[in-house]
């Protein structure tokens, strides 16, 4: 029988004026744990923009291409943490899907138009999530990985050093 374990509660940290703002609980399951290393992969096949970080956010802007597919896929298998807008503390991201992943990762999608995932559903990677909307005026999505360490603390990774397909 497979197992399923317990993850940490922990304070969704969107931007650090969020930190003590969020009420959200964390799911208390994960997918079954495996030995293979994560391999993150691009949620969508776009051009990236990565003057996002002049603004300030850790993460990187992907443009979509005029005629190309629109779905947005989840870059690594996991479980859905957060799925939709919230009016009060992510107003700014517009709809969005953050996804807990093995080892302490999770990735945030941002600036959906349409939402096709759940909170505490499990996602494989690849499957689709949503589909491109706009973000601070551009039609695309922004995308960022997080990695949070067993103490708490959370860093940002540029998805283009881990992740393929950019």
């Given at each position: 029988m497979k197992k399923f374990f317990h993850i940490?509660?922990?304070?969704?940290?969107?931007?650090?004026?969020?930190?003590?703002?969020?009420?959200?609980?964390?799911?208390?399951?994960?997918?079954?744990?495996?030995?293979?290393?994560?391999?993150?992969?691009?949620?969508?096949?776009?051009?990236v923009d990565?003057?996002?970080?002049?603004?300030?956010?850790?993460?990187?802007l992907i443009l979509s291409v005029p005629n190309r597919n629109?779905?947005?896929?989840?870059?690594?298998?996991?479980?859905?943490f957060f799925a939709g807008?919230?009016?009060?503390?992510?107003?700014?991201y517009g709809k969005l899907v953050i996804i807990f992943h093995r080892y302490g990762y999770e990735s945030v999608y941002a600036g959906l138009d349409k939402v096709f995932v759940k909170p505490h559903q499990i996602v494989r990677k690849g499957e689709p999530i949503g589909t491109v909307g706009s973000w601070k005026g551009k039609k695309g999505i922004y995308f960022v990985i997080r990695k949070r360490t067993s103490g708490g603390k959370v860093y940002s990774i540029d998805p283009r050093e881990v992740a393929r397909g950019f």
């Open positions: 940490f509660t922990i304070v969704l940290m969107i931007s650090s004026a969020i930190v003590a703002s969020c009420t959200k609980k964390e799911p208390s399951f994960v997918p079954p744990a495996s030995n293979k290393p994560l391999t993150f992969i691009a949620p969508l096949k776009g051009i990565a003057s996002v970080k002049d603004m300030g956010y850790p993460g990187i629109k779905t947005v896929a989840a870059s690594e298998g996991g479980i859905v807008r919230d009016s009060n503390l992510l107003s700014g």
